[in-house]
């Protein structure tokens, strides 16, 4: 084995796993403020906060897995299972990580600071706790980008679309369920000796929850980006076209702000999830039952499923509205009252 150029100490903070944090990037990106200096560098401040916040994590969870991670192929060769680094370095690096990265979010606001601390104690309760338990450990994982986005755009203050959320959740699931197949993969009988929780899992149950969590995925960023803005003068963050904050021509060469109100008709974003609902009921019993009797491969689920999702979606997005309209017109609801149209 080849001796490492970096030294322990810093191999420790596993700083190729920084890249989690560029998702508190993800609410400068979509709110399209990449290229102003000041939320760049306020949202620069936040990733580098972050990666002090994980890299004491990690530490900490390097020293509590000390044991488990001897067992494991790659895992036996990180440092403090390798037993390169000393106790009391540990603990000097949980402190200073710990400490610097709450004193930069504290120079970010009380809020971005609150997040961090939630962030550790998630981290904290995952280690000592939650990562024994089937589901509860890819969840908690999953919760921590969500974490990530939410601070990221505390950071900047700007307001998140519940999409974005639901987005990065999913994603987030996806990638956590793929680390425990693989776990399960190339550890194969020794999966239990390093972390219990394998045993609850099986390759065909992972299969099935990868393509399911795939799909849902698509489909909330599909939903994502046709889903209709109720307020158009809030700064929402979509990566789509925003109209009302376009200037468009009204009559001959006149420009007007932002798009007029053609109806007070709307229906929000209610249409979108009930495609989901119905939709999820459509493709998960299909998931199941393919799963059961037949067993094919990922890549050809992948190749069923996904456009499968997307057809239902764009399919059934315009008569779900539809039906939502002529429920509000039935009730006289949103612009439909002749006493009150603007309500």
Not at 137 to 163: E, K, N, T, Y
Not at 319 to 332: C, D, M, N, T, Y
């Amino acid at each position: 084995m080849k001796p490492h150029r970096l030294p322990a100490w810093f191999r420790v903070l596993r700083p190729r796993q920084w890249t989690k944090n560029l998702a508190v990037f993800a609410p400068l990106l979509f709110a399209r403020a990449v290229f102003v200096p000041e939320l760049a560098l306020r949202e620069f401040l936040a990733f580098v906060a972050f990666c002090f916040l994980s890299s004491g994590t990690y530490v900490f969870n390097d020293w509590i897995d000390r044991e488990q991670d001897r067992h494991h192929p790659q895992k036996a060769l990180r440092p403090i299972a390798a037993r390169e680094i000393r106790a009391r370095t540990v603990l000097l690096l949980i402190i200073v990580c710990w400490g610097a990265g709450l004193n930069l979010g504290l120079e970010l606001g009380w809020g971005f600071a609150a997040l961090g601390g939630a962030y550790l104690v998630l981290q904290i309760a995952y280690t000592a706790v939650l990562k024994h338990h089937v589901v509860l450990d890819v969840l908690c994982i999953a919760a921590g980008f969500v974490l990530r986005v939410l601070a990221g755009a505390v950071a900047i203050s700007v307001p998140v679309s519940g999409w974005l959320f639901l987005c990065a959740m999913l994603l987030a699931l996806f990638l956590a369920l793929a680390k425990r197949r693989q776990e399960l993969v190339s550890l194969e009988e020794g999966a239990t000796q390093h972390r219990a929780s394998l045993g609850e899992y099986s390759l065909p149950l992972l299969d099935q929850m990868l393509s399911t969590v795939a799909g849902m995925c698509i489909l909330a960023y599909g939903l994502y980006t046709v889903a209709p803005v109720p307020d158009p003068t809030a700064r929402r963050l979509k990566l789509r076209p925003y109209c009302a904050k376009t200037p468009t021509f009204e009559g001959e060469g006149r420009y007007v702000d932002r798009m007029p109100d053609f109806t007070p008709h709307r229906a929000d974003d209610l249409p979108a999830y009930l495609v989901i609902v119905i939709v999820g009921h459509i493709v998960v019993p299909t998931i199941l039952w393919i799963e059961t009797d037949y067993s094919p491969s990922v890549p050809l689920q992948l190749s069923i499923y996904l456009p499968l999702t997307l057809v239902l979606s764009l399919v059934l997005l315009q008569p779900v509205k539809g039906a939502v309209v002529a429920i509000q017109w039935a009730l006289r609801m949103h612009g439909f009252d002749e006493q009150n149209p603007t309500e």
